[in-house]
């Protein structure tokens, strides 16, 4: 199985730009479809990612993600910050039957 | 409305059993892989299980491999987990979601908390 790191925090001001990335262990990142989620205090995650870069109906398009192989690595960018934007956020992928979720990024928008 | 609701959780001894389950409305249950995800306080998400639209096939976490099973029945849209030989570890907010499979996880519940502590 492999696993997916995490910067376990960032903080950035309202209006900036933020990435967070998502390195995997083993295995080609390009392999498996990335998602991130989004997940304030005391309510269940929500998708704002979905299939590496694809955002669901309702996810601002503030919110990108992409993949790079040469460091096998997922990014999520949010631009033009909001302080709305503060939540912990989780990258997510699979292989052969395995869910695997990355250990989380808390954000802070101060 | 398209939503899932967990019901279930509680607290339990060590050793002890517990079921879980997940009523699911305004979609084709029968449709969709279900998994569940679990939670501990303070600590990011895990992966639990999944079983596909037919029951055919499941798989589970190493960690709780050999003791939790996961069921559904599509006549009633629920998804359900049996936990048996609980441990301390097992503490969490347990959630259902419906899976995509390699496209992740599109719809969560609100979660059900199991407490395990003597």
């Known amino acids: 199985n492999f696993m997916l790191t995490q910067p376990h925090s960032v903080s950035e001001s309202p209006g900036k730009t933020v990435t967070i990335s998502c390195t995997r262990s083993?295995?080609?990142?390009?392999?498996?479809?990335v998602q991130w989620y989004q997940q304030r205090p005391g309510s269940a995650p929500t998708t704002v990612i979905y299939?590496?870069?694809?955002?669901p109906s309702g996810v601002p398009d503030r919110f990108s993600g992409s993949i790079d192989s040469s460091s096998n690595s997922a990014s999520l960018t949010i631009s033009g910050l909001k302080t709305e934007d503060e939540a912990d956020y989780y990258c997510q992928s699979y292989d052969s039957s395995i869910w695997v979720f990355g250990g989380g990024t808390k954000l802070t928008v101060l | 409305q398209v939503q899932l609701v967990e019901s279930g959780g509680g607290l339990v001894k060590p050793g002890g059993s517990l079921r879980l389950s997940c009523a699911a409305s305004g979609f084709t249950f029968s449709d969709y892989y279900m998994s569940w995800i679990r939670q501990a306080p303070g600590k990011g998400l895990e992966w639990v299980s999944y079983?596909?639209?037919?029951?055919?096939?499941?798989n589970y976490a190493d960690s709780v491999k050999g003791r939790f099973t996961i069921s559904r029945d599509n006549a009633k849209n629920s998804l359900y987990l049996q936990m048996n030989s609980l441990r301390a570890e097992d503490t969490a907010v347990y959630y259902c979601?419906?899976?995509?499979?390699?496209?992740?996880?599109?719809?969560w519940g609100r979660g059900t908390l199991v407490t395990v502590s003597s």
């Open positions: 299939e590496d870069n694809q955002r």
């Open positions: 079983i596909s639209s037919s029951s055919s096939y499941t």
């Open positions: 979601a419906r899976d995509r499979g390699g496209s992740g996880f599109d719809l």
């Open positions: 083993s295995g080609s990142i390009a392999s498996n479809y």
